[in-house]
């Protein structure tokens, strides 16, 4: 007999709490300020054929236990960091991931699994990430899946390469160590979990969990994709080395309760590292992830609807680059992918959808040796503003992915030689709308030692678009400020720019697009929102018609003149407002 519904429901929480257990047990073991502050690492937990119960990115596990023909025993652990290997499940060389099997006297449970970025992987860069390279090789020591453990049994070579290989051996052994554990860790649980319902009902309960996700998800298709094919497209700056702008092309419909999704028309791969290798199950989890955050979150994420989803990929294009090109720089589209999905599934219902982000992963890299001789090594991941959306403002300087965090200062400046003067919002950042754009993050940093700056971003070109009337966000910059006065831009893809004691960095990320007509956004809160310095007065006026006396009080009868005379004068409102899109590509093509 099947399980019962309830017994299903309290082993899908127990589930999702051994996961974050398996966060919290990384976060404290961890090394790497990535990971153990701003949580740059995706659980996973499977059931035995190796599909995603629960955890925060699709399951590559088949792919991987496949590849090694004498079997998966008790003890096993695999190790991989190669991308090309285990199917894109992995994007770049920094990405170290662990799959665990999971066995109870000697029957397959299913696996954990969890990867984290680590700090450094060797190659010709501090952080492993060159802005330069034209090849995968180009980019650090990567492993194919090998067994760390072997029935039990430590592979002391694999830790020796590793160790050998990289400018932060203790940070990546910690760090490594740390993602074992944390899978040990849902190995204990689950166990503990047959141990308490029986091995039957767990494995039961683990196949509705996968059947009612995906029922609901068929649901979620018919009432929200449309049956007409529809295209939307984006483009990534450049790829670091002179060539772009890149496009990127997503054609969607449905069939029934089947949803297909098309990348023909997207952009040949770049010589440079800005490919990304989009498996078809990594992007049938993005797909859900979206879906499921957009239009229905009771929805339990995992591997049950990858059935209803059919993908295209051409090879050798930016998101299905042939190996071995270069991928350091994947974070770029791997971002991107989602204001191209949000784009495409707005043409129909431009109601439901947000407009797009700050659409990129931007990293701050700081390297070299402090005062007394040690080496230092810091790569923070940065964060812009996030769209306006239909049920509100977009979020100010925050991630993307919405588990990260940032690093807190007080951590930044008692580890690494530098002091962060400011950290605030970017005013008029967010592009102006019913719901405003997120705003930007400024941050201000002083070296405190000589050393070298990498930056890794984009959107310093293109603006990120506003829909349903708002307006496009603002783009993002760089500056290296000398210590003498002299302000030099720094591109927004740069290796190894040279810094010196009490030189300092200005670290601008880009905006979001607002969503709906900015003249009918509330005026009060316009009014405290200059107040707060998130909005200027000249932005109040020009674009939400506000305007305010020198005391930012509110004079109703100019707001309504300013508005009125906005608009008479702007004409029809379009579904999307693009910026300076068409200009930038067309100057550049």
């Avoid at 007409?228 to 309760?257: A, C, H, Q």
């Avoid at 049938?284 to 209803?308: E, Q, R, T």
């Amino acid at each position: 007999m099947a399980v019962d519904s309830i017994t299903v429901d309290i082993i899908e929480n127990a589930l999702k709490n051994i996961k974050e257990e398996m966060d919290v047990t990384l976060f404290r073991s961890a090394m790497s300020p990535v990971i153990r502050e701003q949580h740059d690492c995706f659980p996973m937990i499977t059931d035995p054929e190796g599909r995603m119960v629960v955890g925060n990115f699709g399951s590559h596990v088949p792919e991987v236990v496949n590849q090694f023909p004498e079997g998966i025993f008790e003890g096993d652990v695999i190790f991989v960091s190669d991308p090309y290997s285990c199917g894109g499940s992995i994007s770049h060389v920094n990405d170290w991931m662990i799959i665990l099997p999971i066995f109870n006297k000697g029957e397959l449970l299913g696996y954990s699994s969890m990867f984290g970025h680590v700090m450094d992987v060797g190659g010709p860069v501090p952080s492993s990430m060159p802005v330069t390279a034209t090849t995968i090789f180009g980019e650090g020591v990567r492993f194919p899946p090998v067994k760390l453990f072997d029935k039990g049994v430590l592979n002391d070579a694999i830790i020796k390469i590793v160790k050998a290989n990289t400018r932060t051996p203790m940070e990546n052994y910690s760090d490594l160590m740390a993602i074992v554990a944390s899978c040990r860790t849902a190995e204990k649980r689950v166990k503990e979990l047959c141990d308490r319902f029986g091995v039957e009902d767990y494995l039961s309960a683990l196949d509705a969990l996968l059947a009612r996700t995906n029922k609901m998800m068929r649901q979620l298709i018919q009432n929200f994709l449309p049956t007409e094919k529809v295209s939307f497209e984006d483009y990534i700056d450049d790829d670091g080395l002179g060539n772009g702008p890149f496009k990127m092309k997503l054609t969607i419909w449905r069939e029934g309760d089947n949803a297909y999704f098309d990348w023909t028309g997207t952009d040949k791969q770049s010589p440079g590292p800005i490919n990304y290798y989009l498996s078809e199950p990594m992007f049938k989890m993005f797909i859900g992830s979206f879906l499921i955050s957009v239009f229905d979150p009771a929805i339990n994420f995992n591997d049950g609807f990858y059935d209803v989803l059919h993908i295209e990929t051409p090879e050798g294009c930016l998101m299905r680059p042939k190996s071995p090109a270069a991928l350091g720089c994947r974070t770029h589209a791997l971002s991107r992918l989602f204001d191209v999905l949000s784009g495409a599934l707005s043409l129909n219902t431009p109601e439901n959808s947000p407009a797009a982000g700050y659409g990129t992963s931007p990293y701050f890299i700081y390297s070299g040796y402090d005062e007394e001789g040690r080496y230092f090594n810091l790569m923070e991941v940065m964060y812009g503003g996030l769209p306006g959306r239909p049920i509100g403002d977009g979020l100010d300087g925050h991630s993307w992915w919405p588990a990260f965090v940032n690093i807190p200062t007080e951590y930044l400046e008692t580890y690494y030689p530098l002091m962060v003067n400011s950290y605030k919002t970017g005013t008029d950042s967010g592009g102006a709308g019913l719901h405003r754009g997120g705003n930007c993050n400024e941050k201000l940093y002083t070296c405190l030692a000589d050393g070298t700056v990498s930056i890794h971003d984009d959107r310093s070109k293109l603006q990120p678009w506003g829909i349903n009337g708002g307006e496009p966000g603002s783009s993002s910059s760089k500056m290296l400020i000398k210590k003498n006065g002299v302000k030099i831009p720094i591109a927004s893809k740069v290796d190894n720019v040279v810094v010196e004691k009490g030189d300092q960095i200005l670290f601008i990320t880009g905006g979001s697009g607002g969503w709906g007509d900015p003249l009918e956004r509330d005026v009060e809160k316009v009014q405290l929102e200059v107040r707060r310095g998130l909005v200027s007065k000249e932005k109040a006026l020009n674009s939400y018609g506000v305007f305010l006396t020198d005391e930012f009080n509110v004079d109703y009868v100019g707001t309504e003149e300013a508005r009125a005379k906005i608009r008479q004068e702007r004409g029809q409102l379009e579904a999307f407002s693009f910026g300076n899109r068409d200009k930038v590509v067309n100057s550049i093509l």
